[in-house]
């Protein structure tokens, strides 16, 4: 691990944020899911729902994303990006991660937010569980914790499913042989 500095996290305690979790399950163990989602190609997963954008491409990802420390910037698909860091990693049940920087709308109405992934076992499966926490800017949490929010738990909820999918259709593809 080449990123020893210690990590500034954007959220603490005192702050008044605006938390959005959406779950679903998966036919995968918790480390299966994590191993495959963790890592995920994020043009894959996050596609336009309106009115947000994709992902498009990511760039300059200092290491792999398996602990603490490596950052890079996601590009959307309306050509703004922003600054994402993994802050946290714990092989096989959480993940988390801040973004920071927007160059889109995300810049008027937050200072950044936090996501964090969990993978839990349930049954012969995961529950997955992906929360975001909108630290917003002052004088816009009605506008987050409002209007904002169901849109976002919309968009959430189909990059979530789209994961799952993915992440499942692989791991059955690599185990089977089949590489369609």
């Not at 792999?64 to 996601?74: I, K, L, Q």
């Not at 990006?81 to 802050?87: G, K």
């Not at 946290?88 to 937010?113: D, R």
């Not at 189909?158 to 089949?178: H, K």
Request: hydrophobic content about 40%.
């Amino acid at each position: 691990m080449e990123n020893a500095r210690p990590i500034t996290l954007l959220i603490t305690s005192a702050d008044r944020t605006v938390p959005i979790t959406v779950q679903q399950r998966s036919r995968l163990a918790p480390a299966d899911s994590m191993a495959l989602i963790g890592p995920i190609d994020l043009s894959r997963v996050f596609h336009p729902l309106a009115p947000f954008p994709g992902v498009a491409s990511v760039a300059n990802q200092t290491e792999a994303w398996d602990h603490p420390g490596p950052s890079r910037n996601p590009q959307f698909t309306d050509g703004s990006q922003a600054d994402e860091q993994l802050i946290e990693y714990t092989a096989g049940s959480s993940f988390a991660y801040q973004l920071t920087g927007f160059t889109n709308i995300l810049s008027k109405l937050a200072f950044g937010i936090r996501g964090e992934w969990t993978f839990t076992p349930d049954g012969e499966g995961t529950l997955i569980r992906w929360s975001y926490e909108f630290k917003p800017l002052p004088g816009r949490r009605w506008i987050v914790a409002g209007p904002f929010k169901p849109l976002w738990r919309r968009y959430m909820m189909a990059a979530l499913a789209r994961c799952v999918e993915a992440s499942e259709s692989d791991f059955y593809s690599s185990t089977t042989g089949d590489q369609s």
